[in-house]
Nanobody
Framework: QVQLVESGGGLVQPGGSLRLSCVASGRIFGIKPMSWYRQAPGKERELVAGITSFGTTNYADSVKDRFTISRDNAAKNTVHLQMNSLKPEDTAVYYC?????????WGQGTQVTVSS
């Protein structure tokens, strides 16, 4: 079994910053690809950012130059999403995923609300 726990969501004003964290635990051996997705009300879930086992990152066009995904130096299956210059359209539930073998595992999500 694999478990994912996200943290760091909340309410922030436009232009502000938040840092999300995701800890993957359980039957995980080695460093695994991990990603952040988000789902806004009435919209489909979309990929925000991903990081491969080798550290290669990719981002949705809408968050490039504002968001940064990174691995924790001490716990390699812990990832962070630094979100800067937040906009109201970034409001969504943010989900963390990890790929173990042929399966994707998902966290419960953390709410991010950008509003004045």
């Amino acid at each position: 079994q694999v478990q994912l726990v996200e943290s760091g969501g909340g309410l922030v004003q436009p232009g502000g910053s938040l840092r999300l964290s995701c800890v993957a635990s359980g039957r995980i051996f080695g460093i695994k690809p991990m990603s952040w997705y988000r789902q806004a009300p009435g919209k489909e879930r979309e990929l925000v950012a991903g990081i491969t086992s080798f550290g290669t990152t990719n981002y949705a066009d809408s968050v490039k130059d504002r968001f940064t995904i990174s691995r924790d130096n001490a716990a390699k299956n812990t990832v962070h999403l630094q979100m800067n210059s937040l906009k109201p359209e970034d409001t969504a539930v943010y989900y963390c995923t990890v790929v173990v073998g042929i399966r994707d595992y998902w966290g419960q999500g953390t709410q991010v609300t950008v509003s004045s």
